[in-house]
């Protein structure tokens, strides 16, 4: 199974990631894994799994167990941005009270999952835009090289 893995640091930079890991299987949100079990490029780094998306767009929620799809009752906010209808432009604070009803995911990660979103707890020796040295150029100098080749 091919995982999209985001990693995130304290900095506000992502670097993106694939990669076919069965050791992730079984773990839950909020878990800490070491980066070692990512790449060994990732020694010394601890990681903690942040959040989930399924194949079909349905996030992984804390408060459900297990693997499986559940409908759930969710207030606005992480997981639930909709407006009622008839509601265009007023402010979330108008909506306060307003909750739907959702499918989402449980917490553990299992072979349906697609991507995952990992933030960094603990630094390693090597930093990550050395690690990750392709995705830590700047935006022109990427796109200049693409459009030469």
């Not at 670097?15 to 992730?24: D, F």
């Not at 009270?97 to 390693?124: A, D, F, H, M």
């Amino acid at each position: 199974m091919v995982f999209k893995i985001n990693i995130s640091n304290k900095e506000g930079k992502a670097y993106k990631l694939e990669l076919e890991s069965e050791g992730l299987i079984g773990k839950q949100l909020y878990e800490i894994i070491q980066g070692n079990e990512l790449l060994p490029a990732l020694e010394g780094y601890e990681l903690e799994i942040r959040g989930a998306t399924d194949k079909s767009g349905f996030m992984c929620h804390e408060n459900v167990e297990g693997i499986g799809l559940s409908k759930i009752l969710l207030p606005l906010g992480r997981g639930m941005h909709k407006r009622p209808k008839g509601d265009k432009k007023k402010t979330p604070e108008h909506n306060r009270g307003l909750r739907l009803r959702k499918t989402v995911r449980g917490r553990t990660l299992s072979p349906e999952v697609i991507q995952i979103n990992l933030k960094v707890i603990k630094e390693g020796p090597k930093p990550l835009n050395e690690i990750f040295s392709d995705q830590s150029k700047p935006k022109e100098a990427s796109e200049k090289t693409e459009k030469t080749e």
